[in-house]
């Protein structure tokens, strides 16, 4: 057997969670924790070892790819590319953004930004995520809100999306967002823990700027309109489930019985029904709710039954540090 079948990992954080992971996954997990970090190589921000994956046998997920590069990733790779949360809305989340690539490569350290991707799996009635201004914003505006912690106004600024189950919406580096409570869903994204908040009180936070001067941490917030046909370009089509945009970050498309995956290295997380994954040395029963990991020695799998899987994964090319 190549292939992991994940348990829960659930750090702590400071938003609520209201019990879906757990009744989605059908198996022990914290009703009270918001996030599952899927097959996870990336530590929350200032807290590591918090929110590393583990893997059946104990060895942390991190070190047996870095003792193994080719076994997990295959030829020419030495990281993931990616992280994958499952994330149950227990409450609104605060509006918040993620810096870009050429941001947290000058301020942070990093290759990665955090463009991220959602996919809903389910939704209360009026569920509704918070994405972009709608208006265009000015820095000593933004600059004001923040520091004031106006919170009202800065939401009435932005625009208020409805999601149903079955969405799939790619949020970009810079862009404000706030997921609505109600909701659980299928998160893939560049792998960091970079989060500037625009709003943290009634969060139990202090602030959260990434130990930056806030003057700096805002410079990474996308302050331009965002209109409706600028955010109906976020979602996929029917052909695919992200639009093109995403494909310089992150793969994440919709697999079902019948459908063959190339080989390579990815996350599955299983939205509904029941079938079997097969390949080479692998053989497993797959039901709703199951998390796993595919390495790269998996080579290529069939799924079979009926079941919906989101196949996840870092772009085929391996992600180059920005330049200049």
């Not at 209201?18 to 009270?32: H, S």
């Not at 590069?69 to 953004?97: C, I």
């Amino acid at each position: 057997m190549t292939i992991e079948i994940l348990s829960a990992n659930q750090p702590e954080t400071f938003y609520r969670g209201a019990g879906r992971i757990a009744e989605f996954r059908g198996a022990p997990a914290l009703p009270d924790r918001p996030e599952d970090w899927v097959g996870s190589v990336t530590s929350r921000f200032g807290l590591a070892p918090s929110g590393l994956s583990t893997l059946r046998d104990g060895r942390v997920l991190a070190e047996a790819i870095a003792a193994d590069p080719a076994w997990w990733l295959g030829p020419g790779r030495t990281d993931t590319g990616v992280l994958v949360k499952l994330l149950d809305a227990g409450q609104r989340l605060p509006l918040h953004v993620h810096p870009d690539r050429r941001f947290a490569n000058a301020h942070l350290a990093s290759p990665y930004g955090k463009t991220e991707a959602w996919v809903i799996v389910s939704a209360r009635p009026d569920a509704y995520v918070h994405l972009g201004f709608a208006r265009d914003v000015e820095a000593g505006e933004l600059a004001g809100w923040v520091a004031g912690q106006e919170t009202e106004r800065m939401l009435a600024a932005t625009n208020k999306v409805p999601v149903a189950a079955g969405d799939a919406i790619l949020c970009p580096a810079g862009l404000p967002h706030a997921i609505g409570d109600g909701i659980l869903l299928v998160e893939i994204q560049e792998p960091t823990d970079f989060s500037v908040l625009l709003e943290y009180e009634g969060f139990g936070l202090s602030d959260g700027h990434l130990g930056l001067d806030y003057d700096l941490a805002l410079g990474c917030v996308d302050r331009g309109a965002w209109t409706p046909s600028r955010l109906d370009g976020l979602r996929g089509t029917p052909a695919r489930l992200l639009p093109e945009a995403a494909d310089e970050f992150f793969s994440a498309r919709r697999v079902r019985g019948g459908d063959r995956l190339d080989q390579g290295f990815g996350v599955l997380v299983a939205v509904s029904g029941m079938g079997r994954l097969t390949g080479g040395k692998d053989d497993l029963s797959l039901r709703r709710g199951d998390t796993l990991l595919v390495p790269y020695a998996a080579g290529p799998l069939l799924l079979d039954g009926e079941i919906e899987v989101i196949h996840m994964s870092a772009p085929t090319a391996p992600h180059r540090p920005p330049s200049g």
